[in-house]
């Protein structure tokens, strides 16, 4: 038979048993063999049977899952039968045996057992566990209890050891003994009486929090250990099993709300970061508050900053400890249930979400301190670091001076201009540097240091004397003036700029430099210049001379620069230089403003007179030129050498566009037609500013009843038709032709005109040029006189009231001098008409200035209709 033994399983696994039978007599016989499951005195189970006829049979407990093929029946060689479940289930603990039959034929064909027999059994024990607790979600000082209960069989037989489990760590454990063994806090909660561990039965063992606490929130679970007990008496771990976690919730008593405020949530480098936390609560004076301020960087890692315990201390974060240290960060309580944080001199680290978290504590009738509310609120601060800043506005320094020839004994200020105008907060050291005429090495003039101090370099002592500097309030512009002006302070002129941050310690970090330009100031013998003006419309060439009246010698080359001063330029900027080798050199200003195109130089054939021509002269060609003139000779060794220079009187150029000279025919017009006739209204343009211009023309209408004029058509000086809403209504649209037949004519002509086409007509001409650069612009425009249309239904034309056609002179005139007036202002002003048709048939004509005022009421006539 089979070997007995004794099978720990868990739910899901597999079971393999085998049995082996043997045969009793050497006659011809069949065997039956059948598999049964049995629990204590219960009957047995039919597991599965294969007859003395071979036949395959399940019995009914097991027939569904033989036919899922969880149960199967195998013969292993000759006389072994090999039983096996898959997928166990928990209703499988029990005995197992097999029991097979002998049988034999009689002569009658019957068959008979001869011999039967059992083999000893195979036990398979199983067990599972299961959690619970009353609900999940709780108040503070609310009682919770976990019970864990153990099923399986035969318990008081067999040894089970017990773990509770808060947030995956080991709080409490019960051996066989049921002695419980607690870990930590929960020891110590336990000698106090709040907490309790303990077996209540063979099978159900239990977890108690008699008060809970806001940090009891989180995940519980228990988990079962069967162990066997060996010959000297100890305890070896088998099969273990653990439910599903249960979370809880536990809720504050009190009603805690958080503000908290911030400064401003986007803040360049440098700048002091400010938070408030105002916390609100119903406990009153008798609770205490904890604060923590924690900083959650871009890549979702927390630290803590510093942290207010209830009892005032304040303890920084492991990360903060040393530039607390050095007073970078500063927290306080201005009063109770307010606190705030401060950190100084921030850097781009400091960037991220700030939470305030507030804990509120108040005594229980035994004196402890407990934890009654806990909340926390955040606000994101972006901060900008200077390097990033300096890349992103651009970081540049520029050298200007309004004087960059001076004569003798004159004085001449240079700026340094920095961008962008950083806070006066930003380190910013600035260094003026001296390169004198005919050196090739710069030295340091004086310095505005990071912490504003003066600094005066040792080289040329003789500026300090007629220097002045001065460092605007506003920015970090440092002005140098230097008066009483001599060939010693002739040369070139550099300015470095260099951005710093000033650490917590102390200690200094350059992030960034920037080198001006060269500023070169020519310090030039005194002499007249004269100043001339030149006012000419776009398109037309601007011509400029530069005449050099006398020089040193009869071989002296020539060095020309042209420039051009703006009134919005602190220094005149390089148009074009001929080198005296008579080479071409472009400046800044012919690059940005795309000038080489339309520069033209020449030089005469004596060599003393230099013409620079600008083609195609725009408005933004304006300002005010001059040239500067450098003589060179050539020296006994053959190497050139500048030997003098002068700077030209200034040429005024004023560019304008053409003048306005566009009109549109003035002439006002009645025109009476009746239902479905076909009206033509005229616009005429009796003169334009340009013959190459181009035209665009817009019809409005004033209808009887509508307050405001309306858009009917609009031609653009593409030659695209545009309608407007009015002609989308009912069919008007079909019904409107739009025709030039010839330049400054145009004609607006209605199909079956409607009563409801009845109005004040008039078009507005815009007149568009085309200026050097090849784009074009709206030059002017004017509107023509009314053209009131009335059409009539058949049968009503001589129902035209008598005092309409003796007031027509009058009311003629009228319009005519307030239209005149109109358009002869600025031409800004608007004429608004309204119309109003009663059953009295009573109209008003009104005209308003372009501040609405009521200038005057032209006519007013009454006719009734019988």
Known sequence: GSVPQTLNKVERDSLELKCEVSKSTTQHSHVSIAWYRQRGSEAPVEVISLSRDFVLRAGGAYAQRQATGDVRLDKVGETTSKLTIYNLHPSDQGEFYCEAAEWIQDPDKSWYAMTRKRSQGAIVNEFSVRLETEKRTYIVGEPVEFRCTLEAQNIPDRYFSISWAFNSSLIASLGPNAVPVLNNEFAQREALGQLKVAKESDNVFVLKIYRLRLEDSGKYNCRVTEREKTVTGDFIDKESKRPKNIPITVLPLSNISLEIINNASNVLEGESLRFGCNVRSGFGPQSRFSV????????????????????????????????SSYGGIQVEQVRPGSFTLEIFNSVKADEGHYECRVAEWTRTLDGEWQMVGERHTGTPVSITALGEYSRQAGFAVTAISRTPGVTYNESFDLQCIIKPHYPSWVPVSVTWRFQPAGSTEFHDLVTFTRDGGVQWGDRYAGFRTRTAIEKAESSNNVRLSISRASDTEAGKYQCVAELWRKNYNSSWTRLADRTSNLLEIRVLRPGDKSKRSITLVENRPIPLNCSVKSQTSPDSHFAVLWYVHKPSDADGKLILKTTHSSAFEYGTYAEEEGLRGRLQFERSASGGLFSLTVQRAEVRDSGSYYCHVEEWLLSPNHAWYKLAEEVSGRTEVTVKQPDNRLQVNQTYKNITVLENQWVTLECLVSSRTSPSSQLSVEWYVWRPGHPEKEAVVRLSRQSTLHYGDLAALGDLRSRLHLESPSPGLYHLSIQNATVRDSGAYDCRVEEWLLDPSDRWYKRAEDLSGLITLTVKQPGEEDLVPTTLSSALPFWTECMSHHLSAINSGSGQNTARRA??????????LFFYSTFGRFSRICFQFYSRFD
């Open 835 to 844: 119309w109003n048709f009663g059953t009295t048939a009573s109209a008003y």
């Open 292 to 323: 923590a301020w924690q900083l959650v960087d871009k890549l979702n890692r927390r630290s803590e900053i510093v942290r207010l315990d209830r009892e005032g201390t304040l303890q920084p974060g492991p990360s903060y400890a040393e530039r």
